[in-house]
Nanobody, 121 residues
Framework: VQLVESGGGSVQAGGSLGLSCAFDAYTPANVRMAWFRQAPGKERKGVASLASDGSSIYANSLKGRFSISKDSAESTVYLQIDSLKPEDTAMYYC?????????????????WGQGTQVTVS
């Protein structure tokens, strides 16, 4: 599974940003996709996770401002971020895995993109 993120950038607080994660067409349909983020000097943390059945789950502290979705025809997973705050500044990573459990545990994800930087000022 190859993942390529895009859409990051520098935005002002209060703005919105849409991130994309393109995955290859051979990705099994039953994988779970997720977005993580990592601020400088901090550990990587889960933001949102999307199961193959379309059900989603969000980190408790981020509910309401983040939205994860997938377009299977386009082989892309999206993360919409609204009402951006300076504390949202981080490298955002797309990840994929098979199996269950550890929805926001980075070590359980076997496939990662290179990340896309989001900076909020």
């Amino acid at each position: 599974v190859q993942l390529v993120e895009s859409g990051g950038g520098s935005v002002q607080a209060g703005g919105s940003l849409g991130l994309s994660c393109a995955f290859d067409a051979y990705t099994p349909a039953n994988v779970r996709m997720a977005w993580f983020r990592q601020a400088p000097g901090k550990e990587r943390k889960g933001v949102a996770s999307l199961a193959s059945d379309g059900s989603s789950i969000y980190a408790n502290s981020l509910k309401g401002r983040f939205s994860i979705s997938k377009d299977s025809a386009e082989s892309t997973v999206y993360l919409q971020i609204d009402s951006l705050k300076p504390e949202d500044t981080a490298m955002y990573y797309c990840a994929a895995k098979a199996g269950v459990g550890g929805l926001f545990t980075p070590s359980t994800y076997h496939h990662w993109g290179q990340g896309t930087q989001v900076t909020v000022s």
